[in-house]
């Protein structure tokens, strides 16, 4: 067997790298090549996608990019953007091939600290955080069947909404859902990524990407954002009006898109990560859900202790408070500058 090599990405290889993606026990959506295009485009980052090989086989990939923190710190992450990263190989001595490469990576690039987003703890001796948990069940091929493992609270909240005359639909124009994302982003305190950069994920991923709706009459109540990855579906971003949440336009929602999904034949509902004890936390986890904590794990390079990353946090919710007072347009026009930091 030819000895292995660790060798950077070029668009040539994308294809093979989404092969081996595919087929990868713990492959995600966020580890497709697409996303280093979709890094560059909207946020400009600089990326550094490796992949290990032996001859001219894939045995191992690792996704980074380079983000600099509100702390004003650099760290080399995998994968800014997303909710899921780190190392995905054939076998443990390739993993750890390619994380040696991405610590070396990121103290020749000046980093503070490598940041590994993995779904399972790789390294004992890697500071780990479990800020968040991750929540995701499988469907079964009958809708109704879906509908009775949600909790009944929740369920006669989906039935209000379907007797309320609610209805979904699905659209390609990020301008119809850029407005509820950027008004629900503000006033949870937090900065909005540009409409740019919707139109650059339906640009990139096509089918693979989504934005349905739920409207009654002529109004849109809310909409979500979603990715399909094998036979996956995960509900990514979201936004709402203020009447949304007394026409229970949410439940309603993501129930359709569960059951639309379901018929698709897709057989893994993913809610997304959450942080530990929020709101969307207790959101899911009253959908029937059960939180599985994410592992991310750090390498410290300038950095003397694991950063402190945490919205609930003193500083951050300080700075959650002035934003929220922020006038829609002027957090709009901010927001692009910030939203890479603290993605």
């Known amino acids: 067997m030819a000895a292995l090599t660790v060798r950077p990405l070029e668009e040539k290889d994308f294809r093979a790298w989404n092969a081996f993606v595919e087929q990868a026990k713990d492959g995600t959506f966020f580890h497709l090549a697409e996303w280093q295009r979709v890094l560059k485009r909207a946020f400009r980052l600089d990326t550094h996608y490796l992949y290990a090989a032996s001859g001219n086989e894939i045995r191992g990939l690792l996704p980074l990019a380079r983000v600099r923190r509100p702390n004003l710190r650099f760290a080399l992450v995998s994968t800014p953007c997303c909710v899921y990263g780190g190392a995905l190989a054939t076998d443990a001595a390739t993993a750890t091939a390619l994380e040696t490469a991405a610590c070396e990576l990121a103290a020749k690039l000046g980093a503070d600290y490598l940041e590994l987003r993995n ?107 979603s990715f399909y990855f094998r036979d996956q579906v995960l509900p990514y971003y979201a936004g709402s009006v203020p009447a949304a949440r007394d026409m229970k336009a949410y439940p309603f929602l993501y129930w359709e898109l569960m059951r639309a999904a379901c018929e698709k034949g897709v057989r893994l509902f993913d809610f997304g990560r959450s942080l530990q004890g929020s709101g969307a936390f207790a959101f899911k986890k009253n959908w029937g859900f059960e939180a599985v904590s994410l592992p991310y794990q750090y390498h410290l390079l300038r950095a003397q202790r694991m950063p402190e990353m945490n919205p609930a946090g003193p500083g951050y919710r300080t700075l959650a408070g002035l934003w929220r007072h922020l006038p829609l347009a002027v957090a709009n026009r901010l927001g692009p500058c910030f939203a890479p930091w603290v993605s």
């Open 119 to 225: 779904l399972t703890r790789r390294r004992a001796d890697w500071p780990t955080s479990g800020l968040y948990a991750t929540f995701r069940r499988t469907l079964d091929a009958e809708p109704e069947k879906n509908l009775l493992t949600i909790p009944r609270k929740e369920r006669a909240d989906i039935r209000k909404s379907l007797e309320a005359g609610l209805r979904s639909k699905v659209t390609e124009d990020a301008g119809r859902f850029f407005p509820l994302y950027a008004r629900s982003t503000r006033n949870l305190g937090a900065p909005a990524y540009p409409k740019r950069y919707f139109e650059i994920l339906l640009e990139t991923f096509g089918e693979k990407a989504e934005i349905r709706l739920a409207v009654k009459g002529g109004d849109i109540l809310c909409g979500v954002f």
